[in-house]
Each structure stands twice: as structure tokens, then as C-alpha cells.
């Protein structure tokens, strides 16, 4: 399917693209020369091809799930104005 100078001034209108009259023949050129790409990727044949979900196929390493630090919720909370049962208290704001 090729492109016409219309159908690329039609597209750049719809698009809302300020398309300069200079910019035309080469911007319809390059549409085609995309086109034509996808053309020729729509002609192979991929029968028997599975479709992959990452190009290459490999498995993210994971790290052990094991707990790596203490808590420091006591020391963390020492130093807050006010605690009641490991949680922040805070003043109420919205009446």
C-alpha cells in the first residue's frame, strides 16, 4: 500500500502536524519506505513460530527470601513524641 502526496496531507491534517510544503515529498517517501518494512515483516513466515515474550528468553536470578536486616522499631520509635503499640500517634487534623 503506497502512500499519495494527498493521503500524507490528509494524515498530517488529521494529526494536526504543521506539515511545510518542502516536507511533503520526503515525509511521503519515508511513510513508504515504512510501509514497506512492514509489508516485507508481514510476508514472512512464522508458522510453527512461538511467540516470545522477551526476545531473549532469559530468567531474572532471584535472591534468597530470608530476612537480611533487625528491627529497629524500638529504637526508631525512642525518640517519637508519641507510641502506643508499636504505631505513631499522631494529632488528629480533619474534624
Known amino acids: 500500500m503506497a ?3 494527498s493521503d500524507v496531507e490528509k ?3 488529521l494529526a494536526r502536524l504543521g506539515l511545510a510544503e518542502a516536507d511533503v515529498s520526503p515525509t511521503t517517501e519515508t511513510l513508504n519506505n515504512i510501509l514497506g518494512l512492514i509489508d516485507q515483516m508481514q510476508a514472512v513466515d ?3 513460530i512461538e511467540p516470545l515474550a522477551h526476545p531473549l528468553e532469559t530468567t ?3 535472591r534468597a527470601d530470608a530476612v537480611t536486616e533487625e528491627n529497629h522499631r524500638d529504637a526508631y520509635q525512642a525518640v517519637a513524641p508519641a507510641v502506643e503499640e508499636g504505631l505513631y500517634l499522631v ?3 480533619i474534624e
Open 3 to 5: 502512500l499519495e502526496r
Open 11 to 13: 494524515i498530517a491534517h
Open 46 to 48: 512464522t508458522t510453527g
Open 60 to 62: 531474572q536470578r532471584l
Open 91 to 93: 494529632p488528629k487534623v
